[in-house]
């Protein structure tokens, strides 16, 4: 099956410009995340979706990053304006529905390294 | 709140075994999941526990205690594409469930 996709791979932008990632997940799966890794760092969850629904949104700072999932299926991550602090990698994952204890596990993509100078 | 502490760095010699500690303070556990990941590559699953004991699966162990809070990842036959970051991850349950990451520790493998 075709991964997670994201695009684009690499992208700098300078401070206080805007910046638009896109992921499509695995085809089936209902669930969508965005995860945000800074160097050194564990990914930190930003944005968590359930179909096009928000189902978590608590460390997604509102004032500048949106997300959207239209349609339930791919999904953009917008960044407006940018701050240094955001260079970082912008992961997308998927995965199925969680039944009960069933390791459904999670697919990720490559992520899109940002960086803002 | 959500707590995951790991080793920040690790080295360890080609052949040799190496354990890599997870210990986690969270509400709602629902399952530990260990993710390798190489430089500038996506995180990539190695193993899930959700019960204590040792789960394995060839040259990977995880183990998990639940009451203890505590879970490690044994690398046995160490080879130099082990040199990654090891992700210790919970699941947790606060209504819908979400995956939430440790700092993850760095494995280095020298010959």
């Known amino acids: 099956e075709a991964g997670v996709a994201q695009s684009p791979r690499y992208k700098i932008i300078e401070k206080r410009q805007s910046v638009a990632f896109w992921c499509n997940p695995i085809?089936?799966?209902?669930?969508l995340y965005w995860y945000q890794q800074i160097l050194g760092q564990g990914p930190k969850l930003l944005i968590q979706f359930q179909n096009n629904g928000v189902v978590d949104d608590s460390q997604l700072p509102k004032d500048r990053f949106s997300a959207e999932r239209l349609k339930g299926v791919d999904s953009t991550l917008k960044i407006q304006p940018a701050k240094l602090e955001d260079s970082a990698v912008y992961l997308c994952a998927s995965s199925l529905k969680e039944t009960g204890y069933l390791n459904y596990g999670y697919t990720f993509g490559s992520g899109t390294r940002l960086t803002v100078v | 709140g959500q707590n995951i502490d790991q080793p920040t760095e690790m080295t360890a010699t080609e052949g040799a075994i190496v354990q890599i500690n997870c210990t986690y303070q969270?509400?709602?556990?629902?399952?530990l999941f260990w993710y390798q990941q190489h430089a500038g590559e996506a995180p990539t699953f190695l193993s899930y526990n959700v019960l204590d004991g040792l789960e394995e699966k060839g040259r990977f162990s995880s183990f998990l205690s639940r009451s203890k809070g505590y879970s490690y990842l044994l690398l046995k036959e160490l080879q130099m594409k082990d040199s990654a970051s090891y992700l210790c991850?919970?699941?947790?349950?606060?209504?819908?469930?979400?995956?939430?990451f440790g700092t993850g520790t760095r494995l280095l493998v020298s010959p």
């Open positions: 085809s089936g799966h209902a669930t």
């Open positions: 969270t509400s709602g556990f629902n399952g």
């Open positions: 991850a919970v699941r947790v349950d606060t209504g819908f469930q979400k995956l939430v």
